[in-house]
């Protein structure tokens, strides 16, 4: 009997004790940002600064920004060609073009059924995704049309994360994350232990706690620890293989290789 037991303690740690995936730096740029939002393939960066949306490359800077509508609460670059922010206080999104000229504007406020929004994401076609503190509900919203083409049942949950790309959308709340497809169905659904932030990679997951990170897998539920340096993480971001970490005033690069 005291064997059997040995052998699944032994069991238990083999499975708990995922080895870490190494990183290797590449560089640090100075970078004077409030809220660092994406790099893309051409290394074009998209901050805040000032409430100033930004976006930036090696020979070309423009920005955004809208008094009227106060601070900006998030933003979205997953497609650069229909940027989104978030102005919470005043319960409003605007959609940019990749020149950041305004196509859609939209406020909650004047809608026929009223939208408490608190988190948004970008969705597939004309859609983003919104939680709606109201009911409880992540939507599926179609700016166009001013409808909503999916939902979740309520979750009874504080959320502190939305993430999305064209085909799932990333709930992390405080006792769960939550993903669902964009009819609104739930695809999985695992225990949240202590994450605080994500980002999305083609489907895979990444999260912080207390500076640390670790990989989700996707279509696994197995949590790898990712071996980074002892850095206060403001923003991450990971894309073609590659973690930005911003902490004050720098962006870092690594290299991350992952099998």
């Not at 000229?101 to 995704?129: P, Q």
């Not at 083409?149 to 959320?159: D, E, F, L």
């Not at 992390?172 to 695809?187: A, E, M, R």
């Not at 620890?225 to 720098?250: A, G």
Request: proline content about 2%; some cysteine.
């Amino acid at each position: 009997m005291k064997y059997t037991i040995y052998f699944f303690l032994l069991l238990s740690y083999s499975i708990c004790a995922q080895k870490a995936i190494e990183t290797s730096f590449i560089k640090k740029t100075a970078l004077k940002a409030d809220l660092f939002i994406a790099i893309d393939n051409f290394d074009t960066k998209y901050f805040i600064n000032n409430n100033v949306f930004i976006k930036k490359n090696a020979n070309k800077t423009i920005t955004y920004n809208n008094l009227q509508l106060g601070n900006i609460t998030s933003a979205n670059a997953f497609n650069p060609l229909k940027i989104n922010l978030f102005y919470k206080d005043l319960n409003s999104i605007v959609i940019l073009d990749n020149r950041l000229s305004e196509i859609f504007k939209i406020d909650f406020n004047t809608l026929v059924k009223y939208k408490n929004v608190s988190h948004v994401s970008t969705g597939h076609d004309n859609t983003i995704w919104i939680f709606n503190q109201d009911n409880q509900k992540l939507e599926l919203f179609d700016y166009k049309t001013r409808t909503t083409r999916a939902q979740t049942v309520p979750i009874q949950n504080v959320v502190l994360d939305l993430k999305s790309n064209y085909n799932f959308c990333y709930l992390l709340t405080k006792n769960y994350l939550y993903t669902y497809n964009y009819f609104g169905s739930l695809v999985k659904k695992i225990k949240n232990n202590g994450y605080m932030q994500l980002t999305e990679s083609n489907g895979d997951i990444f999260l912080n706690k207390n500076n640390s990170l670790v990989y989700l897998k996707k279509n696994s539920d197995t949590i790898v620890p990712i071996s980074i340096p002892n850095l206060f993480i403001n923003e991450f971001f990971v894309t073609n293989e590659t973690l930005y970490i911003y902490t004050d005033k720098n962006l870092h690069e690594y290299k991350i290789k992952i099998d």
